[in-house]
């Protein structure tokens, strides 16, 4: 099955640097990348996604990459806010296992 | 916005006895999920509905876990009887339809067995 790892478990930024965090998978058919945010004693909330036809997508302070090649993909937020500190899970699926796989997590910590 | 809702937010129990969790999908939804998130790590799928029929439940430990989605609407997960290391949270998302659509999910119950 599908294998996702995650790093780094957790991150301390200034407020206003940029955050990376990367995920690598093990299953070259997987096709759906999504991101989630969650915060203490909450649902996971989608924040971006990406889909294997697509390289790069942006959406204001957040970011998604994907390499198809060597099988990773990373988040970037920019401009760092303490509303950004929360835990950030990577996920992966196959369209024909229909089911997320989940990295471990990252603690993100913004530092006012 | 419409959420994916669910009840109770927060269960304590001991063990041996048995729980029931529910979760209310976003109408219109016709897939749904249980997962579950040990504390620290990601949520790990337990049984995936369509409608009222289950597509994958490979990862519920059917000797105690049982799901049911009756009337391809809301759902309940149960446990019986509850162990120890079934502490966790438990989450409910849903879907428009199956395979690469977004999955949206609920607050969770807490679990916490003694």
């Known amino acids: 099955g599908e294998n996702v790892e995650q790093h780094p478990s957790t991150l301390s930024v200034q407020e206003g640097d940029s955050a990376v965090i990367k995920c690598t998978y093990s299953?070259?058919?997987?096709?759906?990348f999504p991101w989630y945010k969650q915060e203490l004693g909450k649902g996971p909330q989608l924040i971006i996604d990406?889909?294997?036809?697509?390289g790069e997508k942006k959406d204001q302070r957040i970011a998604v990459t994907l390499n198809k090649t060597a099988k990773h993909f990373s988040l970037h937020i920019t401009e760092t806010q303490p509303e950004d500190s929360a835990v950030y899970f990577c996920?992966?699926?196959?369209?024909?296992?229909?089911?997320?796989?989940f990295g471990s997590g990252t603690q993100l910590t913004v530092l006012p | 916005e419409a959420e994916v809702a669910q009840s109770p937010r927060y269960k304590i129990t001991e063990k041996s006895q048995a729980v029931a969790f529910w979760c209310d999908p976003i109408?219109?939804?016709?897939?749904l999920y249980w997962y579950r998130q040990i504390l620290g790590q990601g949520p790990e799928l337990l049984v995936q509905?369509?409608?009222?029929?289950?597509?994958?439940d490979s990862q519920l430990p059917k000797d105690r876990f049982s799901a049911e989605r009756l009337k391809g609407v809301d759902s309940t997960l149960k446990i019986q009887p509850a162990e120890l290391g079934d502490s966790a949270m438990y989450l409910c998302?849903?879907?428009?339809?199956?395979?690469?659509?977004?999955?949206?999910f609920g607050p969770g119950t807490r679990l916490l067995v003694l």
């Open positions: 299953d070259s058919a997987s096709n759906y």
């Open positions: 998302a849903s879907s428009l339809k199956q395979s690469q659509e977004t999955q949206y």
């Open positions: 109408s219109g939804h016709a897939t």
């Open positions: 996920a992966a699926s196959i369209d024909s296992a229909r089911q997320l796989t």
């Open positions: 990406i889909r294997s036809n697509v």
């Open positions: 509905f369509q409608d009222e029929s289950v597509v994958d």
